[in-house]
């Protein structure tokens, strides 16, 4: 599983939210703020790490805001705890909005485990003690670290987790990936917030990626069936994507319309017999598209701006900027 430990972690958190639901005395606002982070930063590490554990990247999407929305559900039970602007009946509003939090976490858990999490849903309204909360929150945390566990990789290569059953011309295919991925980056062809999200999961013939930070942002390579799937609202990169892997990847591509639901609901570019390892260049590539020319061009201008600015400074007031920045 490489270097990555985050079940590990989740199963410190949940002892360390049980221990609190067991110690039968209210906890400090501190001690929930402590955890809450915890839940924050188990987010934050499921997000910009290498999650492995999933069989599809929706999945890890789901499971990583899981952990935020727990993260926030603490905070809630804090504020009903410990702000005393509240009067009894806000407290308990404030509660129950924890609870339909729950059940929205609950649902998102049963959505990737198969598996439920709260077992205090059948008390009724006595579920809403802090102290049942907490434990319930705990007790989805445990089941999402129980199947990362159970489904963990046979091992994790650059940016690609790799299943068991995973076939070794599809880890190659997403190593070829992942090496186009490096050369783009080198050549600062990215935005940070896009290539520190850039993943892939190889599961049998199937290769899958997150080719870019915003949600959906997704892309299959289907050994078997020879077929590639490209998620994107962008209409114009789906043009250009369809026609590098056709003319590349010697796809045979159409794409589908918002309108129809592509990019979302299904694939906005849907191509058929394409070489593999050529259309994972190809993918590799879909992320520079998010950075523009406009976008290199305003940050040229505001780079000559700022040298003029700082040279007139300079002449007009015999002070170089960043002498004085450094000796103030």
Wanted: glycine share 8%; hydrophobic share 35%.
């Amino acid at each position: 599983m490489g270097n990555w430990n985050l079940p590990e972690k989740l199963l410190k958190i949940e002892e360390g939210l049980r221990n609190i639901a067991a110690s039968g005395s209210i906890p400090s606002k501190d001690k929930l703020r402590r955890w809450q982070a915890e839940l924050f930063m188990a987010r934050h590490e499921c997000e910009s790490s290498l999650p492995s554990g999933f069989e599809n990247i929706e999945d890890l999407d789901v499971a990583c805001n899981v952990l935020g929305e727990a993260g926030s559900v603490i905070g809630i039970i804090a504020i009903a705890l410990h702000d005393n602007s509240k009067s009894t009946t806000e407290r308990v509003n404030i509660l129950k909005n924890a609870d339909k939090w729950l059940d929205k976490i609950e649902n998102a858990v049963k959505k990737v485990t198969g598996r439920p999490c709260r077992w205090s849903r059948e008390l009724g309204d006595s579920r809403l003690r802090y102290t049942l909360l907490i434990n319930d929150i705990a007790a989805c945390v445990h089941v999402l670290a129980q199947y990362m566990l159970e489904k963990g990789p046979d091992r994790v290569e650059g940016k690609c987790s790799i299943a068991k059953d995973a076939d070794q011309e599809a880890i190659e295919v997403c190593k070829e990936w992942d090496n186009t991925t490096k050369v783009f980056d080198g050549m600062k062809m990215y935005e940070y917030e896009d290539s520190s999200k850039l993943r892939g999961f190889v599961v049998g013939k199937k290769v899958q990626l997150r080719v870019g930070s915003a949600v959906g942002h997704l892309a299959e390579i289907d050994l078997e069936k020879k077929t590639v799937k490209y998620y994107d609202t962008d209409w114009q990169v789906n043009e250009v994507m369809a026609r590098l892997l056709e003319d590349y990847a010697g796809g045979s591509c159409r794409i589908i319309d918002p309108e129809g639901g592509g990019g979302v609901e299904k694939p906005s570019v849907y191509c058929k017999t394409v070489d593999p390892k050529k259309a994972a260049r190809v993918l590799a590539a879909a992320t520079s598209m998010d950075y523009r020319i406009n976008d290199r061009k305003q940050k040229i201008i505001a780079s000559i701006e700022r040298d003029c600015i700082e040279s007139k400074f300079a002449n007009h007031f015999g002070v170089n900027i960043e002498e004085s920045g450094s000796s103030a």
